[in-house]
């Protein structure tokens, strides 16, 4: 959660420390002092750690912003507790930056204990979300961020309209219709508000009623929504582009009335993913990385850090001084160093985000400039790589190719941030087809973390593809995929050749069931049996899930590279 609030700094610090210290305290825990009668932690700069009960941990810390003297500064709060199978970890950052504005970031997590069960990816909104938006007078550029849906009339359609087109809006914007005949405060009892359950924070949630809904598609022509739908509207809301209305996502009456929980957790999935995405604002960019205590400098109970290390030192000013002195002066070394590294760690991901933000700004905008061509040429949706494909299935048919086999990527909108999107876009490779089940490659959006990049690796993975296919169709390829790999050409994507894999083991070809398990679908023309074995397959995720992307090479017969299987790693010798 990121939004904004008009309340001096000293004061959010104080509701946010209030807001905390209640829940801590219904939670059963000790009630951490205030900060201001805290003890200043030893050494200075670390943040001061508070042990309040049985794995309940509160790390606290201020100070000045990146940037130098007047850059404005922050307050942090970093609780840990006890969670099923791990640590649920909450972060609350106060930031003001020199302007005068005052940012506040809620960020919860879970971290499992590696104990071989599986974490649920999706963590719930925080209490102290639903508790602090209200206090703050929270907003998100000219609109109040509220912990409920609201109802909006005739005459708020206007200032609604402005709220989605306003450039500073950061939130998605959640509009819900209602369905004709029906009461309205029944359908946001009864639906709208279970439905809106895990946006507070993340988004701002509206309901248009009959006399609003009709101003509104109106005026809204390619952005509609209605019929019991309900529609997310993301930043930067072009009115006048009907292409940009297939940015924003409708999710259908039909598909919440048949599970309400199931639906409540697709409404959530793109704002929580552009929570994450979104560059953060510079005041809270600028807020260094948390600096706990070393382990032998924390406390093992009580309200303040331990210090009893830190005086031995007077206490035996002897040899054994100078040893505990080395210790220390090792100690501050590696965690300077470790807090170097972890800074540059942050620097990177913010650096990731803007540049995902160029990345999606220059896919809309050329996406809108392509769909505004004449029909002929939108039929065309690969452009230079369908035309490339065409001239290449009959060798000689085209002009030779040159060094560059694909200098175009299979699509300019850049890649996919989602499994959904992957396969939605699959069509986009015209030398490749799917033959499989989609469902197993997008149970995969549930697994992946914020950031792991298993879709945009095996689209990288696709587009390699797509150009050996169109080469090797042509008998340029100059052996296999995995030879591409090795020696790809000039101004062709690059594949990690370790990463593609020519084939499975003896022992898998050779048993039974797992042999059975990459017998993947074909066409008929390829295989009678309309099954084939893929072994081929690129790894495009690590870990224990291990996500592989299985193929066909038939290049040399159909002209095609068929793809059976997205998904977690089938079964060998080294899974369960």
């Known amino acids: 959660m990121t939004v904004t609030t008009a309340l001096p700094h000293a004061e959010a610090v104080s509701l946010a420390d209030q807001q905390l210290a209640s829940w801590l305290k219904q939670e059963g825990c000790d009630e951490p002092p205030p900060a201001s009668d805290a003890p200043p932690p030893e050494p200075p700069g670390l943040a001061?750690?508070?042990?309040?009960?049985?794995?309940?941990?509160?790390?606290?810390?201020?100070?000045?912003?990146?940037?130098?003297?007047?850059?404005?500064?922050?307050?942090?709060?970093?609780?840990?507790?006890?969670?099923?199978?791990?640590?649920?970890?909450?972060?609350?950052?106060?930031?003001?930056?020199?302007?005068?504005?005052?940012?506040?970031?809620?960020?919860?997590?879970?971290?499992?204990?590696?104990?071989?069960?599986?974490?649920?990816?999706?963590?719930?909104?925080?209490?102290?979300?639903?508790?602090?938006?209200?206090?703050?007078?929270?907003?998100?550029?000219?609109?109040?961020?509220?912990?409920?849906?609201?109802?909006?009339?005739?005459?708020?359609?206007?200032?609604?309209?402005?709220?989605?087109?306003d450039p500073e809006r950061r939130l998605p914007t959640v509009v819900?219709?209602?369905?004709?005949?029906?009461?309205?405060?029944?359908?946001?009892a009864d639906v709208v508000g279970p439905l809106?359950?895990?946006?507070?924070?993340?988004?701002t949630a509206y309901v248009l009623d009959p006399g609003?809904?009709?101003?509104?598609?109106?005026?809204?022509?390619?952005?509609?929504?209605?019929?019991?739908?309900?529609?997310?509207?993301?930043?930067?809301?072009?009115?006048?582009?009907?292409?940009?209305?297939?940015?924003?996502?409708?999710?259908?009456?039909?598909?919440?009335?048949?599970?309400?929980?199931?639906?409540a957790g697709l409404l959530a999935r793109e704002p929580r993913r552009l929570a994450a995405d979104q560059p953060l604002p510079v005041p809270l960019a600028a807020v260094p990385v948390l600096r706990v205590p070393p382990p032998q400098l924390r406390?093992?109970?009580?309200?303040?850090?331990d210090s009893t290390v830190v005086h031995r030192s007077a206490a035996h000013p002897g040899a054994d001084g100078a040893v505990v002195r080395a210790e220390l002066a090792a100690l501050a070394h590696e965690e300077q160093q470790d807090r170097a590294e972890q800074q540059a760690r942050a620097d990177e991901l913010e650096r990731v985000r803007h540049s995902l933000r160029l990345e999606r700004r220059d896919c809309h905008d050329t996406r809108d400039a392509r769909d505004g061509r004449d029909a002929h040429e939108g039929r065309l949706r690969s452009g230079p790589r369908a035309l490339t494909g065409r001239h290449c299935t009959t060798p000689g048919a085209g002009p030779a190719l040159g060094p560059r086999f694909a200098a175009q990527p299979a699509d300019p909108c850049g890649k996919p941030e989602s499994f959904t999107e992957l396969m939605s876009r699959m069509g986009e490779f015209?030398?490749?087809?799917?033959?499989?089940?989609?469902?197993?490659?997008?149970?995969?959006?549930?697994?992946?973390?914020?950031?792991a990049g298993w879709a945009r690796l095996a689209w990288d993975g696709l587009t390699a593809l797509q150009e050996y296919a169109e080469a090797a169709v042509c008998g340029r390829a100059g052996g296999d995929f995995k030879q591409?790999?090795?020696?790809?050409p000039e101004g062709c994507h690059r594949f990690p050749p370790r990463k593609a894999v020519r084939g499975e083991s003896r022992t898998v070809f050779s048993h039974t069931k797992w042999k059975r398990e990459r017998m993947l679908p074909v066409p008929e023309c390829v295989d009678a049996s309309r099954r084939a074995f893929m072994g081929?397959?690129?790894?495009?995720?690590?870990?224990?899930?291990?996500?592989?992307?299985?193929?066909?090479?038939?290049?040399?017969?159909?002209?095609?590279?068929?793809?059976?299987?997205?998904?977690?790693?089938?079964?060998?010798?080294r899974t369960n």
């Open 196 to 203: 809106c359950h895990q946006l507070p924070g993340l988004a």
């Open 299 to 305: 406390p093992a109970s009580g309200r303040a850090a």
């Open 430 to 451: 015209t030398l490749l087809t799917f033959t499989g089940d989609q469902k197993s490659a997008l149970a995969l959006d549930e697994l992946q973390r914020v950031g």
């Open 536 to 573: 081929a397959h690129l790894r495009i995720g690590g870990g224990r899930t291990a996500p592989r992307l299985h193929y066909l090479d038939d290049c040399s017969g159909s002209g095609r590279i068929y793809v059976g299987y997205i998904g977690l790693h089938l079964t060998n010798t």
């Open 48 to 165: 001061e750690r508070l042990r309040l009960g049985e794995r309940v941990l509160l790390d606290r810390d201020h100070g000045p912003l990146r940037g130098g003297p007047g850059a404005g500064r922050y307050d942090r709060r970093r609780l840990r507790t006890p969670a099923a199978h791990g640590t649920q970890q909450l972060t609350l950052t106060v930031a003001t930056g020199a302007d005068g504005s005052t940012w506040v970031r809620l960020e919860a997590e879970t971290h499992s204990t590696g104990s071989g069960v599986r974490t649920p990816c999706r963590v719930p909104v925080p209490e102290l979300a639903r508790s602090l938006l209200p206090l703050l007078d929270a907003a998100d550029g000219p609109a109040a961020v509220h912990t409920a849906p609201r109802v909006i009339t005739a005459a708020e359609v206007d200032a609604l309209i402005d709220e989605l087109c």
């Open 212 to 263: 609003a809904r009709t101003g509104f598609n109106v005026a809204l022509e390619y952005h509609s929504v209605y019929g019991g739908a309900v529609r997310t509207y993301l930043p930067e809301v072009d009115p006048a582009s009907r292409q940009d209305g297939a940015r924003h996502p409708v999710l259908a009456r039909g598909r919440i009335e048949q599970d309400l929980r199931r639906a």
């Open 484 to 488: 591409w790999c090795e020696h790809t």
């Open 176 to 188: 819900a219709s209602v369905p004709v005949n029906l009461p309205v405060d029944h359908w946001v």
